[in-house]
């Protein structure tokens, strides 16, 4: 929590939630080198993959750690993501748009349910919980909806240009990196100025750590509010268009469950869901977590069931792990 | 002053939860998003007789080969006379579809048309057929025989062209990643086994395969895995996908890894907009028809309505489509 005075340059360093969420990530980095397939998980491939695969939760968890700082929550990512991503090909697949507007469009769309979403949490005055439950239903139903989607997938073959843009990959060091990396990568930068080097960043944490403290000390908090769902929704948006352009088509049943891997990754690398402490490095950290575990578990040809059921158990324990750490 | 803060924020709570409740109601846990009826026009003035009105049971609207069916299945009706289509999307939830049967047996309608989502739609399916409703099974079978007519392709007949067309291929040697569909569905089972009894004693082998769903996102995640545990060049030389949104992902998941030039890529489905456009594109080698049989499911019901008796089994055929092929129709297959 920043107080007043506090050199911010404090938290750019390496905290002990810092150090357990590495120590987590060492943990499941250890476990592929003991499991790695006949050498696979050694490949520069793999990792080049396995950080394509985390690319578009990771966007949406950079958006769902401000929210849950402010100790809200927003369900509503996976639809909106959605939603933004069959508007995205929508546009470029089954219309010809300018690529640069499609995509601003599609990320605007997400920003726009966010502010909704900040305003009934805000001005309103609902429950996180609720509110974002609301728009994860609504922003669904858009998408699938005939002056959209019509419940159908959207294609074309081969895909536009603008798609395969997003799918380019630049070699470094012998791995094909995807672009979608470097934009999570540019996300988690963005949010990490948010938070840390602006005076939102204290507001934020300010509002999570105790809202009426904050409101009497003279924080905007409605303001504020808004501006952190509406981060979420445009994160949301961008993070819409990304999945759209991996998979070549605009999917109205996509994104189900995103908003609960979003959340995990924020859980998992440190951040309380009940506001006020945690940060984006550890949702970084949180989301490699997350994202080395399930791809090292399809390396070794793990069922999907049985993956679940692993995922569960380690989110529980990061969990565990990290309250008995606080009572010490 | 800590009390009336929550006692504030509650009103709020209770309205939002209200308008949720209503909200939650009404979408009934993922059944119907689609239901529409369909009457041809100039139907009103011959009303004597009731329009035959027909249930249409679709398990998931959201895979391109079923909103196709789906699309067959209402023009083909709208085409014919004095049929009313009632459509329910189950959403690939089960139960859900079993609701909807239940649903339409309270309607009482006519004929039902079913393309269940696994063998757990049997008993309600009986149950449709004890209260004297004609039901119609597409594609996916149920078990035992209490219904009227069941109407598909041959997947094992798929499966085994698909095998021969890879020993050619591959002039009977190589390598082959098999990404197989939904385990607990029959088309799965069933073209995988002939493909697999096919290519038994040649020199092909199956180097990496895995449960796909039918999702063509599940499969791009299993083709990557592949591709980490395979990744000399030429350890691949042929993607199977059980369906054409698999082969394509698989595609896409070598192209990103720039290993699609060493391989084939052969899909089941030959929709238009899809596996046929794959073809076209470059992107899949082959793809496998594998009709809805929405045309035949619609002629079978005004068969029923003309109080005529259908046949127990209608076995649709197959077409292979390739680049050369693809412009001309694709090339039958017996």
């Known amino acids: 929590m920043v107080k007043v005075g506090e050199s911010r340059l404090k938290h750019l360093l390496p905290t002990r939630e810092v150090a357990f969420a590495l120590a987590a990530l ?172 602006l005076r939102f960043g204290r507001h934020i944490y300010a509002i999570g750590d105790n809202a009426e403290a904050a409101r009497l000390s003279g924080v905007p908090v409605r303001k504020t509010l808004i501006i952190a769902y509406t981060l979420c929704g445009l994160f949301a948006g961008i993070a819409g268009v990304l999945f759209t352009a991996m998979a070549r088509q605009g999917d109205p049943d996509s994104g189900i469950g995103y908003e609960l891997t979003a959340i995990a990754m924020v859980v998992v690398g440190g951040t309380s869901l009940m506001g006020g402490r945690g940060g984006v490095t550890l949702t970084l950290l949180g989301a490699l977590t997350i994202g080395y575990l399930k791809k090292i578990l399809d390396i070794n040809r793990v069922d999907t069931a049985e993956q679940l059921m692993i995922t569960g158990g380690i989110i529980v324990l990061a969990v565990l792990l990290q309250s008995l750490r606080r009572r010490s | 002053m800590k009390l009336e803060r929550i006692h504030r924020r509650s009103r709020g709570a209770h309205a939002a939860m209200a308008f949720l409740i209503v909200l939650l109601a009404s979408c009934g846990g993922g059944s119907e998003n689609t239901e529409s009826t369909s009457r041809t026009p100039g139907d009103t ?102 219904f009227t007519t069941f109407i598909g392709a041959d997947n094992r007949v798929i499966g085994a062209a698909v095998g021969k067309w890879v020993i050619e291929q591959l002039n009977g040697e190589g390598t082959v990643v098999e990404l197989r569909g939904l385990s607990s569905s029959t088309p799965a ?92 594109a470059g992107i899949l ?17 005004l068969m029923i309505k003309r109080g005529e008796q259908p046949p127990g089994t209608i076995t649709l055929g197959t077409r292979l489509y390739t680049p050369e092929n693809v412009d001309s129709g694709g090339k039958t297959i017996e």
């Not at chain 2, 709208?78 to 329910?88: F, V």
């Open chain 1, 26 to 197: 060492g943990l499941v980095l250890i476990l592929g080198v003991a499991y790695n397939a006949r050498g696979a998980f050694f490949a520069a491939g793999t990792h080049a993959d396995a950080f394509w695969a985390i690319a578009g939760f990771g966007i949406l968890a950079c958006g769902m750690t401000i929210v849950i700082l402010t100790g809200g929550i927003d369900l509503s990512v996976g639809s909106v993501a959605a939603l933004c991503g069959v508007l995205f090909a929508l546009m470029t697949m089954k219309n010809d748009w300018p690529p640069v507007l499609a995509v601003a469009a599609a990320v605007g769309a997400g920003a726009a349910c966010g502010l909704v979403n900040g305003i009934l949490v805000a001005a309103l005055r609902l429950q996180p919980f609720i509110a974002t439950l609301a728009m994860m239903a609504f922003a669904r139903g858009l998408a699938k909806s005939d002056m959209v989607s019509e419940g159908a997938k959207i294609q074309r073959m081969p895909a536009p240009q603008v798609v395969e843009w997003f799918n380019t990959r630049v070699d470094i060091l012998g791995a094909k990196v995807s672009i979608g990396v470097f934009i999570f990568l540019g996300c988690f930068a963005l949010t990490l100025f948010l938070l840390q080097a």
């Open chain 2, 45 to 146: 003035a011959l009303d004597q007789t009731a329009a035959f009105t027909i249930g249409y049971s679709q398990c998931n609207r959201g895979e391109p080969w079923r909103e196709q069916m789906d699309s067959d299945i209402e023009s083909n009706a709208n085409a014919a006379a004095g049929i009313d289509i009632i459509m329910k999307d189950a959403q690939n939830d089960a139960l859900a579809q079993q609701a909807h049967v239940k649903e339409f047996i309270a309607q009482k309608v006519d004929c039902i048309i079913i393309s269940p989502k696994d063998t757990s739609l049997t008993q309600v399916v009986a149950d449709a057929f004890a209260a004297g409703i004609p039901v119609i099974v597409l594609d996916r079978k149920v078990e035992g025989d209490k």
């Open chain 2, 189 to 280: 089972v069933e073209r995988s086994e002939p493909f697999r009894a096919a290519i038994e004693g040649t020199g092909i082998a199956i180097v990496y395969d895995a449960d796909m769903e039918w999702l063509g996102d599940k499969a791009r995640e299993k083709m990557q895995a592949a591709l980490a545990r395979l990744p000399e060049p030429g350890s691949i030389d042929l993607v199977y996908g059980a369906n054409d949104p698999a082969a394509i992902a698989a595609y896409y998941a070598a192209k990103d890894a720039g290993r699609d030039e060493e391989m084939l890529f052969v899909g089941v489905d030959a929709l238009p907009h899809e596996g046929i456009e794959a073809v076209r």
């Open chain 2, 285 to 301: 080698d082959a793809t496998f028809e594998y009709p809805n049989g929405a045309k035949e499911a619609i002629e079978t019901a």
